[in-house]
């Protein structure tokens, strides 16, 4: 099971990691990844796929004032 944010997750591994993130919910555009200690960067997304062993940290950015 791949970790995601700290939680283990059995429905992320195979996917890419856009593919997971649509299906979770998240904005691409509004969000940074860390897989296992490495910054993913934007145009990798479609291509990195989630495994098993993964570690994964997603950080929205939120607008404000």
């Known amino acids: 099971m791949a970790k995601i ?3 283990e ?3 992320a591994a195979g996917k890419t990691i856009m593919e997971y993130l649509t299906e ?3 904005d691409s555009r509004r969000v940074a990844i ?3 200690g490495s910054i993913i ?3 990798s997304y479609e291509e ?3 495994t098993e062993a993964d ?3 997603i950080v929205s ?3 404000g004032g």
């Open 9 to 11: 997750v059995t429905n």
């Open 48 to 50: 990195v796929i989630i």
């Open 55 to 57: 570690t994964i940290e």
């Open 34 to 36: 860390e897989r296992n």
């Open 24 to 26: 979770a919910g998240y």
């Open 61 to 63: 950015f939120v607008g």
């Open 41 to 43: 960067p934007k145009k």
């Open 5 to 7: 944010n700290g939680e």
